[in-house]
């Protein structure tokens, strides 16, 4: 059974990988920047955002963690390796489980606003699962050309 049509980014699968690229890329950048900003501007943060170093730390780590899988998707977006297409799927479906532990967490909380930010970042998150899966089904269609392997 294959994907409704308004789901098959196929026939544009470059212009869709392109932006979820773009949209990556930006995610790593804005979280070691925000990083940046808090290690840099710490005097000037509340007393009790001062007193939380973990969550500072984890950012950090949740920045670097993004860069490389942001460049491990390009990588498999401009060379065509599936097998770095196949980590960043495994990092997604992970980011997803942990994403829907968080939204059950808000409404278990009944925070209405963090569950519908988790609502927002659940959708973005699936929209790219869902390219990255056809991008790499585009590349195991692909084919290189086959120069003097059998030639005569």
């Not at 990988?17 to 804005?30: C, E, K, Q």
């Not at 585009?138 to 050309?145: K, L, Q, V």
């Amino acid at each position: 059974m294959g994907l409704p049509p308004f789901l098959n980014f196929f026939n544009n699968i470059r212009t869709h990988a392109t932006f979820v690229g773009v949209m990556v890329s930006l995610d790593a950048a804005v979280t070691l920047l925000l990083s940046l900003a808090w290690s840099l501007e710490e005097d000037k943060l509340p007393d009790n955002i001062k007193q939380m170093t973990a969550l500072k730390e984890g950012i950090l780590v949740m920045g670097i963690v993004n860069s490389l899988f942001a460049l491990l998707y390009w990588i498999g977006y401009l060379k065509r390796q599936r097998w770095c297409l196949t980590v960043f799927i495994g990092f997604m479906a992970i980011a997803i489980t942990l994403q829907f532990i968080g939204l059950l967490g808000a409404m278990l909380q009944l925070n209405f606003v963090s569950a519908c930010v988790m609502l927002i970042v659940l959708a973005i998150n699936g929209y790219v699962l869902l390219v990255v899966l056809q991008l790499r089904k585009a590349n195991a269609e692909f084919t290189m050309p086959q120069q003097g392997v059998y030639g005569v």
